[in-house]
């Protein structure tokens, strides 16, 4: 019994220890705290904020938290936010993925261990028709400057 015992505390230590473990829990229980705790959203731009709180696994040598964790906890509020307005369920239907194509992050102050934060989103710019045709535009030149037609890719 002890034998099992400690084999089970070295897999979990092992598990969280090396496979960064807290990072494969927090993801499924944000998207059920959002399916299941939370309201739906039917607007996709309506601003969301996401609350979590810092844990060792985040920490860094100086004992605040690493400047890494700070996108995979906007990552964690991303999938709550596409579970919130039914768009994670959209593309499970699908058999699509949500993909992350760039992010940048304004690190405004440090975070201590257990200290609570929110991430919200930035601002949306005023004039968002503009700001989408301008990313579509984008994405057309470089399909087409990598030889990609509008076609779907064979998967």
Same mark, same amino acid.
């Given at each position: 019994? +002890?034998? *099992? $015992?400690? @084999?089970?505390?070295? +897999?979990?230590?092992? #598990? #969280?220890?090396? =496979?960064?473990?807290?990072?494969?829990?927090?993801?499924?229980?944000?998207?059920?705290?959002?399916?299941? *705790?939370?309201?739906?959203?039917? %607007? =996709?731009?309506? !601003?969301?904020?996401?609350?979590? &709180?810092?844990?060792?696994?985040? *920490? %860094?040598?100086? $004992?605040?938290?690493?400047?890494? &964790?700070?996108?995979? !906890? @906007?990552?964690?509020?991303?999938?709550?936010?596409?579970?919130?307005?039914?768009? *994670?369920?959209?593309?499970?239907?699908?058999?699509?993925?949500?993909?992350?194509?760039?992010?940048?992050?304004?690190?405004?102050? !440090?975070?201590?261990? #257990?200290?609570? #934060?929110?991430?919200?989103?930035?601002?949306?710019?005023?004039?968002?028709?503009?700001?989408?045709?301008?990313?579509?535009?984008?994405?057309?030149?470089? &399909?087409? !400057?990598?030889?990609?037609? %509008?076609?779907?890719? %064979?998967?």
């Amino acid at each position: 019994m +002890l034998a *099992l $015992l400690l @084999a089970s505390l070295s +897999l979990a230590l092992a #598990f #969280f220890a090396l =496979l960064d473990g807290w990072y494969l829990v927090r993801v499924p229980c944000a998207v059920l705290r959002a399916r299941l *705790l939370q309201p739906r959203v039917r %607007d =996709l731009l309506a !601003e969301q904020r996401y609350a979590g &709180r810092v844990l060792p696994s985040d *920490l %860094d040598l100086l $004992l605040h938290m690493n400047n890494a &964790r700070y996108l995979r !906890e @906007a990552d964690v509020a991303r999938a709550a936010h596409l579970t919130r307005c039914g768009v *994670l369920g959209a593309l499970r239907e699908l058999g699509a993925h949500a993909v992350l194509a760039a992010s940048c992050a304004r690190y405004r102050r !440090e975070l201590r261990l #257990f200290e609570a #934060f929110e991430v919200e989103p930035p601002e949306l710019p005023e004039d968002i028709k503009h700001w989408i045709t301008y990313n579509e535009t984008s994405s057309q030149l470089l &399909r087409a !400057e990598s030889g990609l037609s %509008d076609a779907r890719k %064979d998967q």
